[in-house]
Every structure is written in structure tokens, then in C-alpha cells.
């Protein structure tokens, strides 16, 4: 049977930071991947570091950057067919960018349902992933992808497996470590050029984390982690001082080797925890 896998990602960069893994394996496996990006992610930085909710921000230059970026990336990771909805950048939820009629946020279901229908019935992808519903962390355009996939499913007339990409609470916690201690490296260099460091980030009250008995499938992606880090690095205009940037191919190996789902249909009626994505496709 040919196997194909879909990804229904919001902006240009989360292909990589989510399934670059599995993307660059399944790929080399044989398996046709598809991505669909729905935004352009205007609400980036922009060329010249002006920030989203700044007047001055350039959506536009940022969007033709991106666009490029994401043709580098997926190149990287082999991805046979890259598909753009086009939709503008909504911004995080609260943002004025959240009003525009063009955003995805304020997209109509029905009518980006229909257009992810006719590719899901083009290429009969076995396995589809997107993000939970509420978007991994919140992100209106995120959280849209989630429903507009899941209308989807309604307009196709064969049930895929659909799966959610997840971080199970053990790894999370080393995140948070690992994040705690950078941002203290920060503040210490901070005080030593004599400057007022910047103030401790602010937790997230939600815990993003998925408890690890209820993770479906671990992928080890661990011999592709080379070319995850290299598709994160094509989107160079948006890496900022993200702790991708910083780490070193080794310790990027290490953090980044496994991509983590939970399945939301099963429609083989899978049991058990899996390492493979299309565990009974095979
Ligand atoms: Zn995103």
C-alpha cells in the first residue's frame, strides 16, 4: 500500500518545530508527505526586528520572507508537496491582528475545511497531524488548524487516523529546567555589562504537557535531528534567540531526537503505545 502522511500546520516554521522529525523520516522511508500551511506568518519580526504590535511592523516583507524560508525548509525535510492557504497571520489571541477579515482566525470554517477536503481526497493520507484543540499552546491560528481539520474529517468518506503532536510531562519538565537555567545565564550576562536584567518570565499557568502514559506514539527521529535543525535554521528570519539557535548539533540530537502524538481518531483501533506513526498501515 503507499502510504501518505498530511500535516496541517498554521505558520511557516511549525512544520519543522513539530514534525520536521517525523516529516525527514517518513520521507526517506518512502512515505509521500504533505504540508499544508495555512498563514503566511506576517506577525513575525520583521526584516529591520520590528515587532508585530509596533505600527511600523511590515507584515508583507515579512510574509514574502517566510514564504521563502518554509520552500528552504521543506526542501530540507523532502516534503513532496507544500500547499499554502494563504490566510494572514492572526497574531496571539488579544492581538488587534485578531479583527482582520483575512486572518485565519476569523477564516470560514466550512470554506477552509472544503479546500483541506479536496487535497485529503486527492492523496487519501493514511495518518493526518495537526495540534489538540486548544491549538498545543493557545494560538488562535493553531487552534483554527485543530478545527478546521477536524471539520475536514466530516467531508471525507473514509476515516483517517487523526494525531495530535504532544510533549509528555517528563520531557517538559527538562524543558522547564532548561529554559529556567538559560534564562539565568541571561540575567547574570545582563548584570555583568552593569544593564537591569530582564524580568523573570512569567510561567505559563497551563501546562502544555501531555501525561506520558496517555502519549500514543514516540517516534525516534534521532538519525534525522541533523535536518530538523537545519529546516529550524532556514527559518532564520524568525529564530530570534529561541534556544534552537543555541544549542549544538549534539545537544539539539539529544532535546529534539523523539516527536511525541496522541491519536484523536484510531480508527484501527490501536492499542498500546506505538513507535511508529503508521504502526498497522505497514
Ligand atoms: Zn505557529
Redesign the pocket.
Known amino acids: 500500500m503507499s502510504l501518505t502522511f498530511l500535516a496541517v ?3 511557516p ?2 512544520e519543522a518545530s513539530s514534525s520536521g522529525g517525523v516529516l525527514a523520516q517518513l520521507s526517506d522511508e518512502g512515505v509521500r508527505t504533505i504540508v499544508v500551511t495555512c498563514t503566511n506568518g506576517e506577525c513575525g519580526d520583521d526584516p529591520r526586528g520590528v515587532k508585530p504590535l509596533d505600527d511600523s511592523h511590515d507584515g508583507e516583507s515579512v510574509a514574502a520572507l517566510r514564504a521563502e524560508e518554509l520552500d528552504r525548509a521543506v526542501e530540507i525535510l523532502g516534503v513532496s508537496r507544500l500547499e499554502r492557504f494563504g490566510y494572514r497571520d492572526s497574531g496571539m489571541m488579544g492581538w488587534p491582528q485578531n479583527d482582520d477579515p483575512r486572518c485565519f482566525w476569523r477564516c470560514d470554517v466550512a470554506a477552509a475545511a472544503e479546500r483541506l477536503a479536496d487535497i485529503v481526497r486527492e492523496e487519501r493520507p493514511q495518518v493526518i497531524m495537526t495540534y489538540n484543540e486548544y491549538g498545543f499552546y493557545g ?1 488562535p ?2 487552534i483554527m488548524a485543530n478545527t478546521v481539520t477536524r471539520a475536514m474529517l466530516e467531508l471525507i468518506d473514509y476515516e483517517p487516523t487523526l494525531v495530535y503532536n504532544a510533549i509528555p510531562s517528563s520531557v517538559m519538565a527538562l524543558f522547564r529546567e532548561r529554559w529556567a537555567a538559560e534564562d539565568a545565564r541571561r540575567r547574570e550576562e545582563a548584570l555583568a555589562r552593569g544593564e537591569e536584567p530582564e524580568p523573570v518570565s512569567e510561567d505559563e499557568d497551563r501546562d502544555l504537557s501531555t501525561p506520558d502514559d496517555l502519549v500514543d506514539v514516540a517516534v525516534d527521529v534521532s538519525a534525522v535531528t541533523h535536518r530538523k535543525r537545519a529546516a529550524l535554521l532556514a527559518h532564520a528570519s524568525q529564530l530570534g534567540d529561541s534556544f534552537f539557535g543555541t544549542m549544538s548539533e549534539e545537544e539539539f540530537r539529544q532535546a529534539m531526537g523523539t516527536e511525541w502524538f496522541v491519536r484523536a481518531t484510531n480508527p484501527l483501533g490501536l492499542t498500546g503505545p506505538s513507535r511508529d506513526l503508521f504502526a498497522g498501515y505497514r
Open positions: 500546520h498554521a505558520h516554521d511549525d494560538h491560528d493553531h
